[in-house]
């Protein structure tokens, strides 16, 4: 799709997928994934580097601290 006039636009091809059966979505997913995976200029993101999310599993006393913070931002407003 070299040509500017036969390029299909998200717009134009989001009503099909929706159309997808799960399984299908799926394997839409893991293509996409894959072609990113393969593209070295996905920006911010670089290639194979790991990148850590902070979740709150096993933070015990989190919820405490996240609780007391907003009660005293309560009394401040």
Known sequence: M??????????????????????????LIRILA???????????LEPHK?????TPYNMFGIAEMLMDTLKISEVKT
């Not at 636009?9 to 099909?16: A, G, Q």
């Not at 790991?50 to 902070?54: D, G, T």
């Open 2 to 27: 070299n040509n500017k006039s036969q390029s299909t636009t998200l717009n134009e091809i989001i009503p099909s997928v929706k159309q997808l059966s799960s399984i299908d979505k799926v394997k």
């Open 34 to 44: 894959e072609d990113l995976d393969k593209s070295e200029s996905v920006y911010p």
């Open 50 to 54: 790991v990148y850590y999310l902070h």
